[in-house]
């Protein structure tokens, strides 16, 4: 049975995209010609080519230069990115440490350190592939772009949701560099800045740094507790590059990066919210906590890579070898609370307030011993004809042992570990042919081969689906898409295409069994309109999308234990439409604006789940049997709407100083954070807002400014614990602060 509205959103994405093409080219119309400033344009690598964005037959959003500077000045991790970019949403259990990624409403809320994500982030076009080196920060980037839809073709990790893709400015003779400096509320300190190396002869090289610290400005309200304060970090980042160019034809780039991390893992706040409500209990202050716990966070991550280009004529051979290695520590308080009352009712007594609990729960996990390397062999052509292929081999093998603590089971019990090995490979390739001037087509296909092998090593665990297991699976993938040109400034395109996830395996605990998923596979469909005019004053991309996925993974969070349950949903569908619209109305005022609109439906009648352990209340009816249906509940996390806004005014002096001020909104609607809906566990909208103040001068060499994020100070529960009373966890809060910049 379909959802009554999906045909209604499906039309309104058509409509959208097809009524692009007409406003654009009325506004040209209407438009008068551009003297001096104009839109610049945007080049990407998202086929792993430079071209214009324009002319990729895919969605693909970026962010770069000042808008990206702007969105980090607060000091947040790279969750500063969500919802900046039509359908990316970012969230969090792990804070700085562990990133889950969705796009269009596809992802993954498993916050076990083997969970796999449909959404691959790459840096600096290597695949970060656990999900606790998906956390590296963002500084001197050339720029960031999501590409949305299975890309798996182009890419070496099967990417079934899309990627999110990071690339750092490279190494350069140019003896130039930057030098930005920040100071903020809660004691928040932020030094980063880059430069070239003169090497000299045939070699370039470029030093990139990033040093944030914030102190910690949550006070516990209990007496003698182990941990009086916390949410501070320091976070420490470099990265080295070296470039060997003896010519034009053969060049080899060199790339070491570190990161350290010590600070504080995410701050859960037990009996926050109002029963039978999704509000915060009367009085709540961001600024206190209640927990008899220890909250503690260590990261230690290094990784180095080689990256060849080779000029053979007809041919250039691209190569990527790499090695990632990660050593995380987390502890935490994850009741959020001091204050246990035992019973059994699904609620707590009458007098509950901010740290009262069920029952106790502090965990730790860490991963040792972790290691990835990759290697990456792509061919390209070079040929100028209407005929361009590329194609690869790509190797993966990950190895790495999981520390769980659970700290109220006595020791070695309470200590599992456990070992998991990824080994896998790929060919795949792709060919774009123009069939005329301005009717172009791409196709890709790709052979996956993965295996999975996991075991316990030691501790006491529920043994009941065994201690051990191994997957083994491939795919065939394939895409399909088309560009036509309806005139010099306006593209439209089509794509088909399909992705793979490999089986998942839940590992055995304390808490509850291990788990398996089979693999998902996606297929998805887009098409949409992109287009330069207004005189190059203007530049939109609109697409429409649907995708149905096959066995989707999905992770039950435990109920009434502190455990994830790993299970395939036989369908899910998702549909909707993205809009990017860049606007220079004068040569004094920027604006950009995105949109997006995602329906996403768990399509499998026999999936259930019981009532959480926390006491919150379902929505829905009841079986026979206590459980509730989790058909045609949307996917967790998944916003149906996602909404930003920038604006950029400035005044120019004639002395080539100039004032701006600088106004940043993102908008999120409501979210589900677990597969079953529940009243307390439905997240409020979410409008965000930043404003920065300043002042450059000598042609942009030097700027000083003022800025604030989260501005309205809005503060929602984003996140929560299901099993155990009404725990949550809530979004940054407002920050301010100065910050210098000199370009040198």
Do not use: C
């Amino acid at each position: 049975m379909q959802h009554p509205r999906k045909p209604q959103a499906l039309n309104l994405a058509i409509g959208l995209a097809l009524t692009a093409w007409p406003l654009s080219a009325a506004l040209a119309q209407e438009a008068k010609p551009a003297e001096k400033n104009q839109l610049e344009t945007v080049v990407i690598t998202a086929e792993r080519r430079v071209e214009n964005i324009k002319d990729v037959p895919n969605a693909v959003s970026t962010l770069s230069g000042e808008k990206l500077e702007v969105l980090a000045s607060g000091g947040e991790d790279l969750r500063f990115l969500s919802g900046r970019v039509p359908s990316l949403n970012i969230e969090s259990s792990y804070g700085r440490a562990f990133p889950r990624f969705y796009i269009r409403g596809y992802g993954n809320t498993d916050f076990r350190l083997n969970a796999s994500q449909p959404v691959s982030l790459i840096y600096d076009d290597v695949v970060q592939e656990n999900p606790i080196l998906k956390g590296f920060p963002v500084f001197d980037l050339r720029a960031v772009e999501v590409v949305a839809g299975p890309q798996g073709t182009l890419f070496g990790r099967n990417t079934p949701a899309g990627v999110v893709k990071f690339d750092s400015v490279l190494p350069s003779k140019k003896q130039d560099g930057y030098l930005s400096a920040s100071y903020g509320s809660h004691g928040s300190t932020s030094v980063e800045g880059a430069f070239n190396l003169p090497l000299g002869g045939d070699w370039a090289a470029r030093i990139s740094a990033q040093v944030q610290h914030r102190d910690n400005w949550v006070k516990n309200q209990v007496p003698n507790a182990v941990t009086p304060e916390t949410e501070g970090f320091d976070d420490r980042a470099v990265r080295i590059q070296a470039l060997y160019a003896p010519s034009k034809d053969f060049s080899v780039l060199f790339n070491i990066h570190n990161r350290e991390l010590d600070g504080s893992p995410r701050m859960f706040r037990a009996s926050i919210i109002k029963p039978g409500t999704n509000e915060l209990v009367d009085g709540f202050d961001p600024a206190k906590m209640y927990i008899d716990g220890k909250n503690e966070q260590r990261l230690h991550a290094t990784g180095g890579s080689i990256k060849l280009k080779l000029n053979l004529g007809d041919v250039t051979l691209h190569s990527i070898s790499a090695i990632e290695t990660v050593q995380p520590f987390s502890r935490a308080d994850v009741d959020g609370g001091y204050n246990v009352h035992l019973g059994p009712n699904f609620q707590l007594p009458p007098y509950a307030k901010e740290g009262d609990v069920f029952f106790p729960v502090e965990t730790s996990d860490a991963l040792t011993d972790h290691r990835q390397l990759t290697q990456e062999f792509r061919l390209e052509s070079n040929g100028r004809g209407p005929l361009r292929w590329q194609g690869g081999v790509y190797l993966f093998d990950e190895r790495y042992t999981m520390d769980q603590i659970d700290y109220f089971v006595p020791l070695p019990d309470g200590r599992v570990l456990t070992s998991q090995t990824n080994r896998a490979y790929a060919v795949f390739g792709s060919v774009n042919y123009d069939v005329t001037a301005d009717f172009k087509l791409r196709a890709g296909l790709r052979y996956t081969q993965d295996k999975k092998s996991l075991a316990i090593l030691a501790g006491a665990v529920n043994a009941t689906a065994g201690t051990s297991a191994k997957t083994d699976d491939n795919k065939v993938n394939w895409d399909l898409s088309g560009t036509y040109a309806l005139d010099k400034q306006t593209n439209l395109y089509a794509r088909a295409a399909t992705g793979f996830r490999a089986a998942s395996i839940y590992p055995a605990s304390a808490f509850g069994p291990q788990s398996q998923a089979r693999p998902e596979n996606v297929l998805s469909m887009e098409f949409g309109v992109k287009s330069d005019f207004w005189e190059r004053r203007a530049r939109l991309s609109a697409s429409a999308f649907s995708y149905r996925v096959k066995d989707q993974q999905l992770t039950a969070v435990g109920s009434t234990s502190n455990t994830n349950t790993l299970l395939n949903a036989s369908k899910a569908t998702g549909q909707g439409f993205e809009v990017n619209l860049d606007l220079l109305p004068t040569d004094q005022l920027m604006l950009t604006l995105g949109a997006s609109y995602n329906d996403t439906k768990l399509k499998d009648a026999s999936l259930y789940d019981v009532r959480a352990g926390s006491g919150a209340v379902p929505i829905g009816t009841a079986d026979s049997q206590g459980r509730y249906s989790l058909y045609n509940n949307p996917m967790p996390n998944a916003p149906k709407w996602i909404a930003n806004v920038t604006a950029r005014f400035s005044i120019p002096m004639s002395d080539g100083s100039e004032y701006f001020v600088y106004t940043d909104w993102a908008y999120r609607s409501k979210i589900n954070f677990f597969l079953m809906r529940s009243v307390e566990f439905v997240g409020k909208p979410l409008l965000e807002g930043g404003l920065r103040v300043g002042y450059n001068w000598d042609n942009g060499k030097y700027e000083v400014a003022a800025f604030g994020r989260n501005i309205t100070n809005k503060v929602v529960v984003n996140g929560a614990i299901a099993f155990n009373n009404l725990t949550g966890f809530i979004n940054e809060p407002r920050s301010y602060g100065v910050q210098f910049k000199a370009l040198f």
